[in-house]
């Protein structure tokens, strides 16, 4: 069965440093999403891709966090400086087109110390 | 605005059926989700339902919408202990993203 594949699985970083997430999608998915869940709480969107654009970034903190998708399949989340508040696990996700299932990824935990 | 509710904590015994309610507000959402998240996990779809059905039943699982109220729930029956985990109710007002709720953690006991 086809999955989104992310890397890393976990990653500790010190504040202020630099920290990337890449992201893999469904094989034909034209939709990706990024999701940030801070524990206890549900997912909360941070950017969606429709192929190499972007579509909604409007919850993403623009300041520190960028998302590309150049070729339009795999995608890079990156956040620099790292916050202590970051500490989360951030989710990929990808779907055939919008308004289709959306499945996720086993998720990247990052911890910043 | 957008927002989903569910309730936190729910503990079941082995064998019986469990029931994990959901509240939406977006009467726009064409269709409504169920997801699992395992500790540690991504998040695994479930099943859904479409707006216009008011139940759907998917082996152990069945999923009723009262759309009136904007009230979705879960139900499993003979719940396992392999079910334990998180559960996410999710609408998505714009048919291309989902709104989650705070997840129901299930607990299934011997």
């Known amino acids: 069965e086809a999955e989104v594949a992310q890397s890393p699985r976990y990653k500790i970083t010190e504040k202020s440093q630099a920290v990337a997430f890449w992201c893999d999608p469904i094989?034909?998915?034209?939709?990706l999403y990024w999701y940030r869940q801070i524990l206890g709480q549900g997912p909360e969107l941070l950017v969606q891709?429709?192929?190499?654009?972007?579509?909604?970034d409007s919850q993403l903190p623009k300041d520190r966090f960028s998302a590309e998708r150049l070729k339009g399949v795999d995608s890079t989340l990156k956040i620099q400086p790292a916050e202590l508040g970051d500490s989360a696990m951030y989710l990929c996700?990808?779907?055939?087109?919008?308004?289709?299932?959306?499945?996720f990824g086993e998720g990247s935990w990052l911890t910043v110390v | 605005g957008e927002d989903v509710e569910q309730s936190l904590f729910l503990s079941v015994r082995e064998g019986d059926s469990s029931v994990i309610n959901c509240t939406y507000t977006?009467?726009?959402?064409?269709?409504l989700y169920w997801y699992k998240q395992e500790p540690g996990a991504g998040l695994q779809l479930l099943t859904y339902?479409?707006?216009?059905?008011d139940m759907k039943q998917d082996q152990r699982l069945t999923v009723l919408l009262n759309k009136k109220d904007k009230h979705l729930s879960l139900r499993i029956a003979d719940t396992q202990t392999g079910d334990s985990a998180i559960y996410f109710c999710?609408?998505?007002?714009?048919?291309?993203?989902?709104?989650f709720g705070t997840g129901t953690r299930l607990q299934v006991f011997p």
């Open positions: 996700a990808s779907s055939l087109d919008p308004g289709n299932t959306i499945y």
């Open positions: 977006d009467s726009s959402s064409t269709y």
């Open positions: 339902i479409f707006s216009n059905m």
């Open positions: 094989s034909g998915h034209a939709t």
């Open positions: 891709f429709q192929d190499e654009s972007v579509v909604d």
């Open positions: 999710a609408e998505s007002p714009n048919t291309d993203k989902l709104i």
